[in-house]
């Protein structure tokens, strides 16, 4: 077994996920009708399973109640038993994980919840993808895997916003170029203005205007040193039609004109075209 994958309490599993999977195989698994019981190992593969059924799953000694909306992740050369209840269909994966940064501690089973659904059209898009693009599975399992790391923290703790803030951060994102009022967003996350407010504090810290402010301000930095757009383009890209107040803005938020950073921006390019290859 691959000891590393293993966190010190044994019920938890670190993930690198700072690189694609290999994904090696994946479908529909259909299981309990010959036998009841099946146990094997993967020597060099983590497995990811969707259940639809209830089962007991035992890694490395240590039994796991899962139904259905459950998910399990077992790193490789863990030994495994299934005891199914009958005939039981599952999504799997079978991959292959080399990344060497930083691992995501995730629990070896655990319930998927509201996210169940997704996690159900990632791996059948995933298996759609497999045949004439393998790329593109490894790309949807990646999604998958990332989409895991939102239900739950090490400590147990919830890593995922509240409802209303992812809902009101993705309403922020999707509109930074129109005008945005705070009232707005509390109605599109389904909440009111005060309550929109106090979760947001609660949990970025900071306030829902400043939020907006700032993700207007990145946008704007990146499309004036990294785009041939012109400025009163970017200006509108972000909400902010007006160039007085764009320009006010920029030098606020950004420290700099937007001219400046365009050309601060283009001075980078340059240089970066005028270094002598390597040798």
Not at 120 to 143: K, M
Not at 254 to 260: E, F, I, M, Q, T
């Amino acid at each position: 077994m691959t000891q590393s994958a293993w966190s010190r309490t044994g019920y938890t599993v670190l993930l690198p996920l700072d690189e694609p999977p290999r994904v090696v195989g994946l479908g529909v698994g259909v299981h309990g009708v010959s036998s009841p019981l099946d146990v094997f190992r993967l020597p060099e593969l983590w497995q990811l399973h969707l259940y639809r059924y209830a089962a007991q799953l035992t890694v490395e000694g240590v039994t796991h109640e899962v139904r259905p909306g459950f998910v399990s992740l077992v790193p490789p050369g863990s030994v495994v038993a299934f005891r199914y209840r009958g005939r039981s269909e599952h999504l799997y994966a079978h991959l292959g994980l080399s990344g060497s940064g930083e691992s995501v501690e995730l629990p070896v089973v655990q319930d998927a919840g509201a996210l169940m659904p997704a996690l159900s059209d990632l791996l059948l898009r995933a298996v759609a993808w497999a045949p004439r693009a393998p790329r593109g599975a490894d790309a949807e399992v990646w999604t998958a895997l990332w989409r895991l790391t939102e239900l739950a923290a090490p400590d147990g703790a919830a890593t995922r916003p509240h409802t209303a803030v992812a809902q009101a951060i993705a309403e922020i994102e999707s509109r930074l170029a129109e005008p945005l009022s705070v009232p707005d967003v509390a109605r599109a996350a389904g909440v009111s203005h005060n309550h929109l407010i106090r979760l947001f504090q609660a949990e970025t810290g900071g306030t829902v205007v400043a939020y907006i402010r700032q993700r207007r301000m990145e946008r704007a930095k990146h499309l004036l040193r990294e785009s041939t757009l012109p400025i009163p383009a970017v200006a509108a890209a972000v909400g902010i039609a007006d160039l007085q107040a764009f320009n006010k803005a920029c030098r606020r938020e950004l420290g700099a004109s937007p001219r400046a950073l365009r050309a601060d921006g283009g001075s980078r390019s340059s240089e970066g075209q005028s270094r002598p290859a390597p040798r």
